[in-house]
């Protein structure tokens, strides 16, 4: 008898932008007039710098010759992408690191989940609250957890409170944990970590032998000088540390698919016995044996990203983006709400309206504006009364959302 993942029926509800997809969906098909501004998701809009469109439609036309074709690449990424990361994203950090240290995948989203695979059940976990959903959903999945409470917490997982209180950055615990997941700039309140407060979680996890996983797809859209942008620029973190990081929101491949894990070669854990493990050469193990790579184009793409000119079109399209989130920021302000983020991430996290219920709001929103957010609950029970809004729409729907909250605030 073939028997189900039973740990899938402890999730309470479908995943949340799926959820609120559907919500939207119905809305629009009883009110096909309406025309409604989506700024829940956080998918990109603007289309792929010119000179990585470049680079991709080169590789694409290298595979149709037969002097150019390849078929399946290092399960690792090429040395290629692998090298430009190294000299032009971690280099000038001061982070050095060596090509074995780079694993290229499809996405940030797949290998912060994928990662578990490395892992031990009986780890303690801990993750923020609010958080980005797919931390807690894909321990829940792999049976680290119990049921869930009435507010929604999960037996067994330690849940670590973002609020206004620690400018929703989690302290650290006062128990031990083995696994911490981190995410600066972090979705959903788009606030950033400062380098004192990662030292004092590199400093717990190597205390404590702990592994940090350390999400840092936003990274990007930092605009003030000093805070950190790998946690690479701690010191002692390559001791405790993977990090995450994507060219989804970076540089427009939410559809394209790229990103990167960084997994130094001393971070080890334990064996039931006490020998220590590297984890680099488990997930090397994991990886060559469960995915084949991403496509040789999209890797062309990726590294151009990082070429003179791609990185001038980049940094053009993220500025783009960071300008939405000033309008959103300061209008939004403006009509007198309490607004967080948006200076350092593409995600602006406001206090509901007389602290009305996020569904609630993302209700009133959707009918009385036609704007679609994100409910803050949906990240976890302390994001209940906030509300997150993305700042990856065109500018004139941004402008036109913003004006139409203003005018239903009054
Ligand atoms: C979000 O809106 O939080 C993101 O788009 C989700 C993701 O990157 O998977």
Known sequence: MARVNEHY???????????????????????????????????????????????????????????TFMGYGPEQGYDFLIDTLIEKAYAPLGVLLSRAEIFISDGSKCDTANILDIFALDNKVAIGDPVYPVYNDTNVMIGRSGPADERGYYQGIVYLPCTEANGFFPDVPKEKVDIVYLCSPNNPTGTVATNAQLKGWVDYALANDAVIFFDAAYEAFITEPGVPRSIYEIEGAKRCAVEFRSFSKTAGFTGVR?????????????????????????????????????????????????????????????????????????????????????????????????????????????TECNVVGTPGSGFGPSGEGFFRLSAFGNRDDVVEAVERIRRNLR
């Open 9 to 67: 029926l402890k999730l309470n509800a479908g995943y949340l932008f799926p959820e609120i997809g559907r919500r939207v969906r119905a809305f629009t098909a009883a009110n096909p007039s309406a025309k409604v501004i989506r700024l829940g998701i956080g998918d990109v809009t603007r289309p792929l710098p010119p000179a990585v469109l470049s680079a991709f439609h080169d590789a694409v036309s290298e595979l149709g010759d037969e002097k």
């Open 258 to 366: 790229c990103a990167l894990t960084v997994v130094p070669e001393e971070v080890t854990a334990n064996t039931p016995a006490g020998e220590r493990v590297a984890l680099n050469r488990l997930w090397n193990r994991r990886q060559t044996t469960k995915f084949n790579g991403v496509s040789y184009p999209v890797q062309r793409a990726a590294a151009a990203v990082y070429s003179d000119e791609g990185w001038r079109q980049t940094k053009a399209i993220i500025g783009y983006y960071m300008e939405n989130a000033k309008i959103i920021r300061e209008g939004l302000a403006g009509a007198g709400l309490t607004v967080h983020g948006g200076v350092n991430a593409p995600y602006i996290w406001l206090k509901t309206p007389g602290g009305i219920p996020s569904w609630d709001f993302f209700d009133r929103l959707l």
